[in-house]
């Protein structure tokens, strides 16, 4: 009997399976961060291929927290409806769909705006030396987060990620690399979570507490050991986060070295030590490796990246190799394995 095709409950959400479409920024927008054809396509092709849960990918809560100057944004009502067109048609397709809210911090390499940070240091050479932020600043990128998430309220999504991982802003703040701030947000772990956890506290206020929230974390990092990073959780897990979302790396160049299922010992003993539900994510390609990650309890749920951008229908025959007998959609039965 697969785990991995069993439904889970998420505050007031059931999702169908475990399989989760990890975000990935498509840099696919005009400058007016508003959704193309392109993403529509994009996600309702992976609801029609069976992921019981798709992640919008990071989309910015403010212009000068993107990425590039094509990433989604959602810091004006203008993106709603395209937005919602987006939710409307995955739903359609029977799966749930949540949205990464997301600042980029000193990793922004948009040309529109000067990048912003806890602290003013580069990310590397190549990266312009980011302001650092203000305490009237550090509120108004607070209340980005809420208007964001009344937006993503609007627009119909089941979940809210926040993301808080790959050295982009919240992820600045937790990490002593990049926050050297001698006020309340610096110091001991205490210091760096304090943003992060007015960020969640913002965001509940405007999302229903019936539905899920998700963080997504760097679980470890050049500075960072995994233990400090359970301690950050620790301080945070009464601020109503459903589900932690586990990857990691992105706050300094250096690269980790990856290989199949890399993360998800992290996000194992995250969820064994805290008892918090998580999604476990990097290099999980099989479904065989994805259903022994739910099985031994490692995880709640498992994201994929590339291989659902290899193959958006992986959920359909990864259950078919699994002996799971799917509903196939109709059109596509002919084909069924
Ligand atoms: C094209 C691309 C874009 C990505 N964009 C995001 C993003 O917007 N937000 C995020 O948290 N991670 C992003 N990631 C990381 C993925 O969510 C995922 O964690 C990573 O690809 C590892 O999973 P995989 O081995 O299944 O691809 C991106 C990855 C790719 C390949």
Redesign the pocket.
């Known amino acids: 009997m697969s785990k991995l095709f069993t439904p889970i409950t998420l505050k007031s959400i059931e999702v169908k399976n475990r399989i989760v479409m990890?975000?990935?920024?498509q840099y696919s927008t005009g400058r007016d961060g508003i959704s193309r054809e392109w993403h529509l396509v994009h996600y309702a092709t992976r609801a029609v291929g069976g992921a019981g849960l798709i992640i919008v990918?990071?989309t910015a809560v403010e212009p000068r927290g993107r990425i590039t100057d094509h990433d989604l944004g959602i810091w004006s009502d203008e993106h709603v409806p395209g937005l919602k067109r987006i939710v409307d048609s995955v739903h359609a397709h029977g799966s749930k769909i949540g949205i990464?809210i997301a600042h980029a911090g000193r990793k922004s390499l948009s040309k529109e705006s000067n990048p912003v940070a806890p602290s003013p240091i580069a990310f590397d050479k190549d990266f312009r030396v980011p302001e650092e932020l203000s305490r009237a600043e550090i509120e108004k990128i607070k209340g980005a987060f809420a208007q964001a998430a009344s937006r993503a309220h609007r627009a119909g999504f089941d979940m809210i990620e926040v993301?808080a991982?790959?050295g982009y802003l919240i992820n600045e703040f937790l990490s002593p690399v990049t926050n050297k701030r001698s006020d309340e947000y610096g110091g001991g772990p205490e210091g760096r979570v304090r943003f992060l956890r007015e960020v969640l506290t913002e965001v509940r206020k405007k999302w229903l507490e019936e539905k899920p929230l998700s963080v997504?974390i760097s679980a470890v990092d050049t500075a960072m050991e995994l233990d400090e990073m359970i301690e950050i959780i620790s301080l945070l897990k009464d601020r109503c986060v459903d589900i932690w979302h586990v990857?990691s790396g992105g706050i300094s160049p250096r690269k980790v070295t990856a290989h199949p299922a890399y993360q998800v010992p992290y996000s194992e003993k995250i969820r064994k030590t805290l008892g918090v539900k998580t999604i476990a994510?990097?290099?999980?390609t099989t479904p065989e490796l994805a259903e022994e990650v739910i099985e031994k309890g490692s995880s709640d749920m498992v994201a994929?990246?590339?291989?659902l951008l290899r193959n958006p229908y992986w959920p359909l025959t990864a259950a078919s190799k699994l002996g799971v007998d799917l509903d196939w959609p109709k059109q596509y039965e002919v084909a069924k394995i």
Request: charged fraction near 20%; aromatic fraction near 0%.
């Open positions: 990890a975000p990935m920024a990918e990071a990464q993301h991982a790959h997504r990857s994510v990097g290099l999980i994929l990246g590339r291989e």
